[in-house]
């Protein structure tokens, strides 16, 4: 092969790779961590854009919508400093909510994290959670698709649990709306205790799936959500 001819390929291969290259781009709408690695903190560009890099635990961190990535985690072990609102256990995320889809109908998932977290967001409106002691539990009933996804999405709790991030302080039992999975404790994750309230369970975990007609444990641990001196408001369809 002449000398010209292996130039030619030599310039062809190089555009081949080049096109490669710039085809390996991920679409991500709003903040989200900048490799999945802790220490390399989040990206915050808040609208739709694009990264080289491919998202790490892309199956448990992020929810997708026409091939964009939104994350939905708790942010707080990338360094998050920004306004943080407090939940627990499993509650719906609408996408379109978090960040700007153009949507007819609100695109609703669900964050499996157990127990107490944080997220950048608050409760979405149309959706029905309540308030106990400045904590955001989800109030409503959870649908087949929930429970088709929970072994595969619940796997995001294997994850944070190596990155030892800090959760809100919860002294207290969830209020009776809250069915979802309680978790007593954390595993290797510091725990934010108030001054003067009880110290912090042993270092063990323990998922309880509570069952629908447990009234009398609800009545004697929860009073009906109506302990004095604690808050549980509803919120429902807020705008």
Known sequence: MSRRNL????ALLLLVAASAAEAKQWKYAGMHPRSGQPGDGLCHLETTHVHSAAPLYADTLYRTRDN?????????PFGYEGPRHSYYGHHPVVLNVIVNIDVDVDVVEYCYHDGPHYHAYEPPPRQEFVDKEDVHYYAG???EEYRRENPKLVRVNTVYRGWNAPRPAVTFAPPPQYHGPIVQVNVGVDVDVRVGSRPPPP????IIIREDDDHDHHHDHHDNGKHKGHKNKKFKGRD
């Open 7 to 10: 130039a030619g390929l030599s």
């Open 68 to 76: 964009t990535y939104v994350f939905i985690g708790d942010p707080t």
């Open 141 to 143: 009933e959870y649908p």
């Open 203 to 206: 270092s063990r975990e323990v």
